[in-house]
């Protein structure tokens, strides 16, 4: 069974500055795509980025990136540029190509705050 | 925009009830699903729905069952409530392919006393 690690449940960034946020997971699958969610406090989660894993390169919107490592099956996001708006508890999640329903697996999650 | 609504935002109930959280999605998607949040363990799978009638058990099923009658609503029913199902519950929705997001509701926070 697949799993998701997210091993910083806090993390604290200052306006302007970069921060990074670690996942990793465990699979033995070959093909899959990784997620990050975003939960703003009292607000519905929203999708902040995909990466298809048999794509090399990686995703990029605007002030995210992500850092995939597939073979140390790691998938790590930066947010440049950080504002007081990207406060918010974000989930790293996967989601196997294989089994029917599309089910996401997710990590427990790591809480950022921006400092103003 | 993808509109999944959950009924309630906030909902108490008392142990032994029978609970109704009701999802409903505009977007003919062909999944659906519900999650229960807690703290320190992120969301995790109770119950999807890959089509009308269809379900199946998620990582955390026992004490919930759900009903999918209708394509764009599928609701989760706790049969007898209990102090350890108060939670925030999380209904998402997408369409069948992988790659595809999920688009949540709002969530419910329900404490069952």
């Known amino acids: 069974a697949q799993t998701v690690t997210q091993s910083q449940p806090e993390m604290s960034v200052q306006e302007a500055e970069t921060v990074t946020l670690s996942c990793t997971y465990d699979?033995?699958?070959?093909?899959?795509?990784l997620f990050w969610y975003k939960q703003p406090p009292s607000r519905q989660m929203i999708l902040v980025i995909r990466?298809?894993?048999?794509?090399?390169q990686n995703a990029t919107e605007n002030r995210f990136s992500v850092n995939f490592q597939k073979a140390a099956k790691s998938f790590s996001l930066k947010i440049s540029d950080s504002q007081l708006g990207d406060a918010a508890m974000y989930f790293c999640?996967?989601?196997?190509?294989?089994?029917?329903?599309?089910?996401?697996?997710f990590g427990q999650g790591t809480e950022l705050s921006v400092k103003p | 925009d993808v509109k999944v609504t959950q009924s309630s935002r906030y909902l108490v109930k008392r142990t032994g009830e029978k609970v109704f959280l009701e999802c409903v999605q505009d977007?003919?998607?062909?999944?659906m699903f519900w999650y229960r949040q807690d703290p320190g363990l992120g969301l995790r799978l109770i119950y999807f729905?890959?089509?009308?009638?269809?379900?199946e058990k998620g990582d955390i099923p026992e004490g919930y069952s759900v009903s999918r009658e209708k394509k764009e609503r599928f609701s989760l029913i706790l049969e007898s409530a209990s102090t350890n199902q108060t939670s925030m519950y999380l209904c998402?929705?997408?369409?069948?392919?992988?790659?595809?997001?999920?688009?949540f509701g709002d969530g419910t926070r329900l404490s069952i006393l």
């Open positions: 729905s890959y089509d009308v009638k269809m379900k």
């Open positions: 998402a929705s997408s369409l069948i392919d992988a790659w595809r997001p999920q688009h």
């Open positions: 977007m003919d998607h062909e999944n």
């Open positions: 990466q298809e894993a048999y794509k090399q």
């Open positions: 999640a996967y989601r196997s190509v294989y089994n029917q329903g599309g089910k996401l697996i």
């Open positions: 699979t033995s699958e070959s093909d899959y795509y």
